[in-house]
């Protein structure tokens, strides 16, 4: 985990230079209309809430934003005034039981080394999770690399996206839809794993209890 915040408070000012064309025309244009086909408005917890780009966009929610970094937390905070942030992590979050409508995780269970505490609370704290998984080649994945090597890596696990789908289901929680940005050049198959598989990433939403 220091290696991550590390990492995302070094790389803070970098990311929140790009991350609301990111947002708006780019790898996360479709994930809140995603989102909204199964909720319109209520108390959202956004999970690696980063700079708080989605936060700003969600204006008919209540919004609250979590992070490790403290780094994107100032800026969220200076650009996001309407929204709650908190310093925090996904595996142990500060929040009681029921206290969110919806979550939203977006490409940010890959950075805990606890994925599955992070699933636990999840169910806690919410009804319904929207969350979007790297696929295998997404370039992001390059930041597991040292666990090979025995070495604290600032992403901190591999989790695919179908060993999601398996955890979920295992927890008992229901897939309401899923749906794969591709990457430039990437041709949809039909078949779910291959997709996946070849895709930046996969979002998903479910149902948690």
Known sequence: MDETIRMWDEYAATW?????????SGS???I???LRRFIKQGRLLDLGCGDGAACRLLTDFEV???DVSHEMLKIARARTPHATFVEGSLDALPFSDGAFDVILAVNSLEW???PLRALH???RVAPLAIISLLGPTAAPRANSFDRLLGSDAPMGNTMMPWELEQLASQLGWTLLGSENVMKEGAVLTGDRLLDQAQAFSTVFAFKTR
């Not at 929140?16 to 708006?24: G, N, R």
């Open 28 to 30: 996360r244009k479709t």
């Open 64 to 66: 609250t934003g979590i």
């Open 16 to 24: 929140a230079a790009k991350s609301d064309e990111m947002w708006m």
């Open 32 to 34: 809140l209309p995603f």
């Open 112 to 114: 805990t080394d606890r």
């Open 121 to 123: 609370e999840m169910t």
